[in-house]
């Protein structure tokens, strides 16, 4: 505790009568159905800065030295209830409540993570987008918000455009982002619904009481076991989105003997296939806390999550696939012994601990204090199919080998392939192809191992797995200070430490004995009959592996962070005003344990070192114009180290970090008007954005690179895409009316224009480059930034009956959706020869059309939800169904355009052909699905 001995010889110097008595409102909220007490229910006064949370046993007390009024509307609220707003009389000594219902909300008991279905638009390669929904599912009640996060969150959309790297999730107040990607890997705690509806929400940049917090929000997470009321829960689901069942167990003890508190949850979430062809799903969820208090000041809370999930994923597929084969298919899957087996499963099995001290030093005094463990793994499995023979050519050896690429839709093998040379089309075997794929199209299995029983030494295919080993510390100390009833102080001391072990693993053999540890591939996907050994480990020459074996690559990445942040919060009769400032720095380094053969002067041993200073200043001003209006504004300058995906060039074979690398610059203002009354919510926001300097590393196969002086020129390349600058304008809209005791409209628009604001620079990197290429500028200047539709509205209903059944639906509809343009055709590039030299066949104005951004169909989904619920005498027995996209609609998502064609002469050839070779590949959103919730509360 030597973080926290510091704060007590720094409060140490300071001075302040906090025992002096004044008036306050108290009171104690219990369940409406249950009657057992509510702990962190929000109390709040509408129009002012004072707020509270109920203690274990529902109680609450809020002190009301600086109030005037004599009338004032308090505010009530639980995540899982229904608001309560409630007019109190002041008197001189305060007033004294009593006992305060919170009805349960059961439009909400089983919405959590309704229409939401993960998709592997959202979780391609490690990343995911989905995220920065995710941690607003719980965590408020603005309309706005919730339909981002229910209605919105279907279609890839993003609040603001914002990918999940500029929000912060926390839990018990420990940072969860990974250093990785900056995103959280949200499942690590899927499944455990019910113990999560604890959630404090900050939207954007506004002030928070844990960490300067991201862009696009910040949410903590309270697992305290002594948070949770004394319940018990059962509940069962069916659906047909990325799970078909789930079935979870919640208790919750409440305070026992001697202060003791304590919860668990268990769940379980299966599907054979899901929504999507092939997409099996299996994950089992588990939480424990416990929590003592130690006399009325100190309490120490351990909790535990293991939540381990395999997931099949499922594949983006061209215009030409799509139309002979449909939306839900996958070529990821075949049938091995009469069950469903995907090559790309991901796998993750990351635990995590945290300890927790909470020291109430004194009444407007706390102290938390935070360490946590998380480790495990993430594997990602393949198919590896480049296999090989060693042939002895006298002084040398080559190797003949590599198999077939085994992917059914591999462009090879597509009916498009055979007729891509106009003149010299081949029906037949076009017509061949095509009927293949119709009665056939799944990954054949026993081919695999049929191949490899031909040479069972070297094996031909093997099943490899990408693996990612982390061990995470992390450690912080959180102040919380009411100085007095006008000024607040919050500060957090924080430290993070990373290692990372990245690997290739031998996950099956199929039917071999050992496979040769080399890479023959001279291009992605296309073997080369016969070349040079180019081996993974010079260390370990021509090494034969088995399976379990670690090959191909093996690096270890060490990172830190260190971080410290405070915040004053000051409130006026009419005006509050925060100030927010953040320091710190982060770390980055990669060790090789591999010397590579491509790559021999810089892939064993230690990197440099990546440095990053992480430093911003925030403010925020709310002015009241009386209980019912206010105005807001927010307004930030801070710098955001990149994650570390973004750092290296290539780290499965080299050191090598990207040029110039910096921290991103983020500028942003938000203002918002907001109207609150009885019956009317109304919030209109107005936000710019401004996110300088960003660095993208991506990984591809090209055709037609110029200046590498042979014709046609291939190669698998790393794109670095740095001093980006993104800019993001927009606005947001959510309203609600009460129309009468049980029928509420509801509106919502998030309407955003995201675009690209200047030309980055685009280098590429190869194995068959002697150094980085440097293209110039990518001229993407005002292309809209991909990740869902830009714009988006909806109307619409929740009818309450007072007999406990409830009835909604919401109109939505998505526009300005854009595909991912490919940066290296929008450079000098694209209008030049293999030799450098300009192409004479270049047209500007098709190069024009060629080059147009696509931009996706608009279009509507109708959504349905409506439950029934039932109290049986202290038991509560709930209902809920959710329907969405009732029409059926099919939609794009998502998609990109592929990099093979990366000149105009390629490129113009291709799309001169009736059916591309190298289309646009794209994801297809779900038709009609549902979710059905059966719970008992008890």
Same mark, same amino acid.
């Given at each position: 505790m030597k973080i926290s001995i510091f704060w007590v010889l720094l409060l140490s110097l300071f001075s302040l009568d906090i025992h002096a008595q004044q008036p306050a409102l108290e009171g104690r909220l219990v369940d409406a159905i249950t009657n057992v007490p509510l702990p962190q229910v929000k109390i709040a006064i509408e129009g002012s800065f004072l707020e509270t949370f109920t203690a274990p046993d529902g109680t609450f007390s809020l002190g009301l030295e600086n109030i005037a009024q004599k009338e004032v509307l308090l505010n009530i609220s639980r995540t899982g209830y229904i608001n309560r707003r409630l007019p109190v009389k002041l008197n001189a000594e305060g007033k004294k409540l009593g006992e305060i219902s919170l009805q349960p909300d059961e439009f909400y008991e089983g919405n959590n993570q309704v229409t939401i279905s993960l998709t592997?638009?959202?979780?391609?390669?490690?990343?995911?987008?989905?995220?920065?929904?995710?941690?607003?599912?719980?965590?408020?009640?603005?309309?706005?918000?919730?339909?981002?996060?229910? !209605?919105?969150?279907?279609?890839?959309?993003?609040?603001? %455009?914002? #990918? @999940?790297?500029?929000?912060?999730?926390?839990?018990? =107040?420990?940072?969860?982002?990974?250093?990785?990607?900056?995103?959280?890997?949200?499942?690590?705690?899927?499944?455990?619904? !019910?113990?999560?509806?604890?959630?404090?929400?900050?939207? %954007?940049? #506004? @002030?928070?009481?844990?960490?300067?917090?991201?862009? =696009?929000?910040?949410?903590?997470?309270?697992?305290?076991a002594s948070k949770y009321q004394k319940s018990a829960r059962l509940s069962l689901a069916g659906a047909n989105r990325t799970y078909t069942g789930r079935a979870m167990a919640t208790y919750s003890s409440g305070i026992q003997e001697n202060g003791w508190y304590y919860a668990f949850s268990i769940g379980k979430r299966y599907a054979a296939e899901g929504y999507i062809d092939g997409t099996v799903f299996d994950a089992n969820s588990f939480f424990m806390s416990v929590e003592k208090e130690f006399g009325e000041s100190h309490a120490i809370n351990l909790a535990a999550i293991y939540t381990p999930v395999a997931r099949g994923r499922?594949?983006?597929?061209?215009?030409?696939?799509?139309?002979?084969?449909?939306?839900?298919?996958?070529?990821?899957?075949?049938?091995?012994?009469?069950?469903?087996?995907?090559?790309?499963?991901?796998?993750?099995?990351?635990?995590?601990?945290?300890l927790n001290h909470f020291w109430d030093i004194s009444e407007p005094l706390q102290l938390n204090t935070n360490i946590s463990y998380q480790f495990g793994e993430v594997s990602n499995s393949r198919i590896d199919y480049g296999g090989t023979n060693p042939v002895n050519l006298g002084e040398q050896v080559a190797f003949v080998g590599g198999g077939q690429n085994p992917d059914p839709t591999y462009y090879q093998k597509l009916p498009g392939y055979y007729l891509r040379f106009a003149g010299s089309e081949n029906f037949e075997a076009a017509y061949r192809a095509q009927i293949d794929l119709l009665e056939n199209g799944q990954l054949d299995w026993e081919q695999l191992y049929r191949a490899n029983q031909n040479n069972p030494e070297n094996a031909v295919y093997v099943l490899a797995e990408d693996i990612n080993q982390d061990k995470i510390f992390s450690a912080n100390t959180i102040l919380s200070w009411n100085i007095n009833e006008r000024l607040k102080l919050n500060s957090t001391l924080s430290f993070s430490k990373l290692d990372s072990h990245n690997f290739a693993r031998i996950g099956d053999l199929f039917g071999g004995e050992t496979y040769l540890d080399i890479d023959v591939f001279a291009e992605e996907g296309e073997a080369n009959p016969l070349v040079s050994a180019v081996q993974a480990n010079l260390l370990e020459p021509n090494r034969m592996v088995q399976e379990g074996d670690l090959y191909k690559y093996d690096y270890e990445i060490e990172a830190s962070r260190a971080e410290s942040f405070v915040q004053a919060q000051y409130y006026f009769r009419k005006l509050e005003l925060s100030l927010s400032a953040k320091l710190g720095r982060v770390n980055y380094q990669r060790d090789g344990n591999y010397q590579n053969g491509i790559f021999p002067q810089n892939s064993l041993g230690k990197s440099e070192q990546a440095a990053f200073l992480e430093y911003g200043l925030k403010s925020a001003a709310v002015y009241k114009f009386s209980g019912r209006q206010n105005i807001e504004m927010n307004i930030g300058y801070f710098s955001k180290a990149p994650g570390y995906r973004n750092v290296f060039v290539n780290p499965r074979q080299n050191n090598q970090v990207v040029p110039d690398i910096s921290e991103e610059i983020i500028q942003t203002l938000d203002l918002s008007y907001r109207f609150r009354s009885s019956k009317f919510n109304f919030r209109l926001t107005g936000f710019y954005t401004e996110v300088n300097n960003a660095t993208e590393v991506s990984y591809y196969f090209a055709n037609g690179i110029s200046d590498q002086g042979m014709e046609n020129s291939s190669a698998f390349v790393q794109e670095l895409l740095s001093d980006i600058d993104k800019q993001y304008l927009g606005m947001e809209l959510g309203s609600e009316y009460q129309v009468t005791t049980t029928l509420k409209l509801k509106a919502a628009a998030g309407i955003g224009q995201y675009i690209y604001s200047n030309n980055p620079q685009l280098r590429l990197s190869s194995a068959s480059f002697e150094r980085i290429q440097d293209y110039g500028r990518s001229y993407l200047k005002n292309y809209r930034l991909p990740g869902g539709p830009q714009q988006a509205t909806m109307f619409g209903f929740e009818y309450r009956d007072p007999a406990y059944w409830w009835f909604g639906a919401t109109m939505n509809f998505f526009s300005q959706a854009f595909i991912d343009v490919n940066p290296l055709s929008r450079t000098s590039n694209f209008q030049t020869d293999y030799d450098g030299q300009p192409l004479l066949d270049y047209d500007p104005e098709i190069a024009r059309e060629l080059l147009e951004q696509e931009q996706f169909q608009d279009y509507y989904l109708l959504n349905l939800v409506g439950g029934k619920s039932w109290r049986i005498k202290d038991k509560y027995l709930g209902i809920f169904m959710s329907v969405n996209n009732l029409?059926?609609?099919?939609?794009?998502?998502?998609?990109?355009?592929?990099?093979?064609?990366?000149?105009?002469?390629?490129?113009?050839?291709?799309?001169?052909?009736?059916?591309?070779?190298?289309?646009?590949?794209?994801?297809?959103?779900?038709?009609?699905?549902?979710?059905?919730?059966?719970?008992?509360?008890?």
């Open positions: 592997d638009a959202e979780v391609l390669g490690e990343e995911g987008s989905f995220d920065n929904i995710s941690g607003i599912l719980q965590s408020t009640r603005d309309v706005y918000l919730n339909t981002a996060a229910f !209605d919105f969150s279907q279609t890839f959309f993003r609040v603001r %455009g914002l #990918g @999940a790297e500029y929000g912060k999730l926390l839990i018990n =107040g420990m940072e969860m982002n990974k250093f990785y990607d900056g995103r959280p890997q949200w499942s690590n705690w899927g499944g455990l619904n !019910d113990v999560q509806r604890n959630q404090v929400f900050t939207n %954007g940049i #506004g @002030a928070g009481e844990y960490a300067f917090g991201g862009l =696009g929000g910040t949410t903590n997470i309270l697992m305290r499922s594949a983006p597929l061209t215009k030409e696939v799509l139309q002979l084969k449909g939306s839900r298919y996958n070529p990821y899957w075949g049938m091995q012994e009469g069950e469903i087996r995907n090559s790309r499963m991901r796998e993750v099995r990351e635990p995590v601990l945290m029409l059926d609609k099919e939609y794009i998502s998502g998609g990109f355009e592929q990099a093979r064609n990366s000149n105009y002469r390629n490129l113009k050839e291709d799309r001169d052909r009736d059916i591309p070779v190298f289309g646009n590949k794209y994801w297809l959103g779900y038709g009609t699905s549902f979710f059905a919730n059966l719970s008992l509360k008890f």
